[in-house]
Each structure stands twice: as C-alpha cells, then as structure tokens.
C-alpha cells in the first residue's frame, strides 16, 4: 500500500427516511458505506481504510445527504482499535481488516 497507513473509522448515521428523497438517500449513504467498510449494525459502519479512501468516502457521504435533515458521525480511532472491540449479545463475527463482502 505504498507506505501509506490505515486509518480505524467508526461511522454512524441517521437519514431522515419520511419521505421518498430520504429513504433514497438512506440506501445510498448505506451502499456507500459497504463499499469502505462492514455494517455491525443498522446504521453502523467499522471502517478501515487508506488516508486517500477516507477522503473518497467522505466527499461521496457529503455529496449523498441533506445537510439540513440527514447527520453523519466519523470517530477517528486510534490504529487498530477495531481489532479489539467488546462484543455482547448475538455473535457476528467481524475482521474489521478482512475482505468486504458485497
């Protein structure tokens, strides 16, 4: 990878989904996200990704939502926070580094 190192995101979302503008934008911001990274919930992203993704990613999140009705949340952890997360409740087993499944 050129030397360039990962960066470990957490992304959440809410995208106003009343009408049929915002349930297109939620499934797109949806997509957009399991294109970076892996959904371990609903609206919930572990991302892992090249500095020069995070900037692809970003810019196509910004260019899906409404700023006005739809919100994003990027937490920048430390590098390889997500090899060590805390899991309760039914198990789904996740490589946050492994290969996407599309």
Known sequence: MDGELNVDLLVTYDVETVTP??????????????????????SVFEVVCRDTDKVRFVAALQDAIDPTQDSIRIYHLPAHALDDVEHLGKPRPIDPRGALVI
């Open 21 to 42: 503008q915002g349930q297109r934008r939620l499934r797109k911001v949806a997509k957009i996200c399991e294109a970076y990274g892996h959904r371990v919930q609903k």
